[in-house]
Nanobody, 126 residues
């Protein structure tokens, strides 16, 4: 069992930066690929970024590539999402999720993830 708690969301202006954090409970954190997803009102939840269990491989949605960076610290059981050059279209609830590392090929698939946090809201004003 893995419990995930996100933090770091807020209201910012276009062009600003935010850093989201996700704290995980449990001793098996390092066995999971970790992902960030987001969901805007009236839209489906979409993939943002993922990082493998070692932290040696990352994946990004095209819409955030070059602006967002995902990282993890297995010693602290945390995964972070550094978001730079934020745009109004980045406004959404952001969710941290865990996927067993054996299923990493499904890293962008919402339905493949086993555990989810409660989300943190990011609002970017123009």
């Amino acid at each position: 069992q893995v419990q995930l708690v996100e933090s770091g969301g807020g209201l910012v202006q276009a062009g600003d930066s935010l850093r989201l954090s996700c704290a995980a409970s449990g001793r098996t954190f390092s066995t999971y690929t970790m992902g960030w997803f987001r969901q805007a009102p009236g839209k489906e939840r979409e993939f943002v970024a993922a990082i493998n269990w070692r932290g040696s491989s990352t994946h990004y949605a095209n819409s955030v590539k070059g602006r967002f960076t995902i990282s993890r610290d297995n010693a602290k059981n945390t995964v972070s999402l550094q978001m730079n050059s934020l745009k109004p279209e980045d406004t959404a609830g952001y969710y941290c999720a865990a996927l067993h590392r054996d299923r990493i090929r499904y890293y962008s698939d919402v339905s493949a993830y086993e555990y989810w946090g409660q989300g943190t809201q990011v609002t970017v004003s123009s």
